[in-house]
């Protein structure tokens, strides 16, 4: 996968660094040699020697000069409300900025598959790290202002609350699949869903090695499913690209990455986020968990309206797969994986539901933006090459 396309001065910046290798390292001067003499032993340092003073905050030191030159390390401009009045970005219009939520996905992708003109350096440069940062406070920000944090609970109910945050998953996009969408809107779908499904699992995975006991073996046991079981052709990420392929779409990874909007990408950002940053260890797993309980109905439904449209059993196993698997996995994320999480560290049960939560907001957004396109007769994909040309035009 190659860089995509800029969608603003954010990417257009961003990736213009990106095409080049990053900086190399200062190296630092050479130690003069310790003296011969004996070092002083610790009783005898002066007490201006001890203690060290403490590093300063992560968001007090300066970012290098490097940073600089993105223009994301500087506060977000303010946009014009509905009122006339000047005000900071919305939640949903952040969610669904494509040049922030671009930019972000880029500087996640570079811990996943990384693209074919960018040095593998850039994942851990210390500039481009301070970027991404910047990125995530806004992210973090829409977020919190989007999402309620649930109300406490004790760890005992957590799988209770987590039913309860689930039961209602918001617009149904599977139903309006199942029954009323043409073929060209059901690839639209698919080429949404590879962002994700293309690499799928491989986020919520970041959370094995900041578990421990029960909650990690439930997460390994999920997981293993997810990778086909050690079977290559049996992952679902395989499995997807078959779907895709038995549509007539491009299975390559990031293919469609310039054709998707913001909030498709925000899906994935989400979750990277959770996954690469520990802190959030305990709002990946409920993000896990949401995804979970609220896919075997809709994947029935995405089976059953493939199969109206004439895709064969290659096209629909995909769909038909996570019928079976994710009936048993929402039980194991639930119980083992979530309230033995809060169980083993009850200080993490918030964050647990709070990214159940956001996993199923930001979901919501996603089907509600897609939903209004094809109901008045319009693509859900960004415009290619400057043209209105969508897949929907060009499977007829």
Request: aromatic share 6%.
């Amino acid at each position: 996968m190659r860089l995509p396309r800029p969608r603003g001065p954010i990417t257009a910046a961003l990736f213009t660094r990106l095409s080049s290798p990053p900086p190399e390292p200062t190296p630092r001067p050479e130690a003069a040699p310790p003296p011969e003499a004996a070092l002083p032993s610790e009783a005898a340092l002066p007490p201006e020697a001890a203690p060290l003073p403490e590093p300063a905050p992560l968001h007090e030191t300066a970012p290098p000069p490097e940073a600089a030159q993105l223009p994301e390390a500087a506060p977000p401009p303010a946009v014009v409300s509905s009122g006339g009045r000047s005000g900071p970005p919305s939640a949903r219009s952040e969610l669904a900025d494509g040049d922030l939520q671009l930019a972000l996905f880029a500087c996640y992708e570079l811990h996943y598959q990384g693209f074919d003109d960018a040095d593998d350096r850039w994942e851990w440069e210390p500039s481009l790290l301070a970027t991404r940062a910047a990125l995530e406070r806004r992210l973090e920000d829409a977020l919190a202002a989007l999402v309620p944090r649930p109300p406490a609970v004790p760890p005992a109910g957590v799988r209770a609350a987590l039913v309860e945050l689930t039961a209602d998953d918001g617009p149904s996009l599977s139903a309006y699949l199942r029954r009323e969408a043409d073929l060209g809107v059901f690839r639209e779908f698919v080429v949404h869903r590879s962002i994700y499904h293309l690499k799928e699992a491989d986020p919520h995975t970041w959370a094995i090695p900041r578990l421990r006991g029960g909650p990690k073996a439930a997460l390994v046991e999920i997981q293993a499913d997810e990778y086909g079981g050690g079977r290559a052709e049996r992952m679902h990420a395989e499995l997807f690209a078959a779907t895709m392929t038995g549509l007539g779409l491009d299975a390559s990874y990031g293919a469609y990455l310039d054709r998707v909007p913001g909030i498709t990408l925000a899906v994935s950002n989400v979750m990277s986020l959770f996954g690469l940053h520990r802190r959030w260890r305990g709002a990946l797993a409920g993000h896990l968990a949401a995804l979970e309980m609220t896919s075997s109905a809709p994947n029935r439904r995405y089976g059953d309206g493939l199969r109206r449209l004439g895709g064969d059993r290659v096209a629909t196993r995909f769909y038909d797969e996570h019928v079976q698997a994710d009936a048993v996995h929402e039980q194991v994320a639930a119980h083992d994986l979530c309230a033995g999480l809060a169980a083993q560290d009850p200080s993490l049960t918030g964050d647990i539901l709070y990214g159940a939560a956001c996993a199923l907001a930001v979901e919501r957004l996603w089907a509600g933006h897609v939903l209004s396109r094809w109901r008045r007769g319009l693509s859900s994909l960004e415009q290619e090459s400057g043209t209105r040309a969508s897949l929907a035009a060009r499977s007829a």
